[in-house]
Structure formats: C-alpha cells, structure tokens
C-alpha cells in the first residue's frame, strides 16, 4: 500500500488529514444519531411510565435553576410547556431523566 502511495505521489500527511477528517465526521454523526435516539427512547419511557401528563404542572430542578410549567404537548422529541408569563418552554425528552421532576397537585405556577 505504501508502495502505490509513493508512486501516486501521495503524502503520508494527506493519508492523515484525510483519515482524521473522515473519523471527525464519523463521531459528529454518531452523537448527533446518540442524541436523536435518546430523545425518542426517552419519549417511549415517557409514554409508558406516564409520570405526567399533558394539563399537569411540573418543576425541572437544576441546581439552583428550575423551570416550571403547566405540560401543554408531549411530542417524541421534546415536551412543551406553558409558564407562569405565558411564554412557551421547550425541554428534550432526555432531560426529563437526567433532572429532578416535580409533580405538582395545583397548577398555579
């Protein structure tokens, strides 16, 4: 192999370059698959564990940041919510897991 390289011309560095780039754009579209399919495992779990439901009043805990919201769409990617201002948040599903949630009985935000 080495041998048609160098009658070819081609440079062990260019071998390289071109090695690394291809594996860069390998593990970019595995964490982009990794993320897309632990979403929608995520919304499966979601489904058929139903913690919540759509109308209930949930508080994602991080640290010393929360969001709050009353659940207004579950979807197999993200759940939406309506907070105390109105305005709509957006969380992934997979953050559901990774995060303290808090089912609240009113839903006064």
Do not use: C, R
Request: without cysteine; hydrophobic residues 50%; proline residues 2%.
């Amino acid at each position: 192999m080495a041998v048609i390289f160098f009658v070819w011309g081609i440079e062990f560095t260019n071998i390289w370059v071109l090695l690394t780039s291809i594996l860069g754009v390998i593990g970019i579209g595995f964490f982009a698959t990794w993320s897309l399919l632990s979403n929608i495992f995520s919304a499966f779990l979601l489904f058929s564990t139903v913690p919540f439901k759509i109308d209930d009043k949930i508080t994602i805990k991080d640290g010393d940041n929360s969001i709050s919201g009353v659940v207004v769409d579950m979807t197999l990617f993200y759940i939406i919510l309506k907070n105390s201002d109105e305005e709509t948040v957006i969380v992934p599903n997979n953050t559901i897991f990774q995060k303290v949630v808090i089912k609240h009985e009113s839903h006064e935000i």
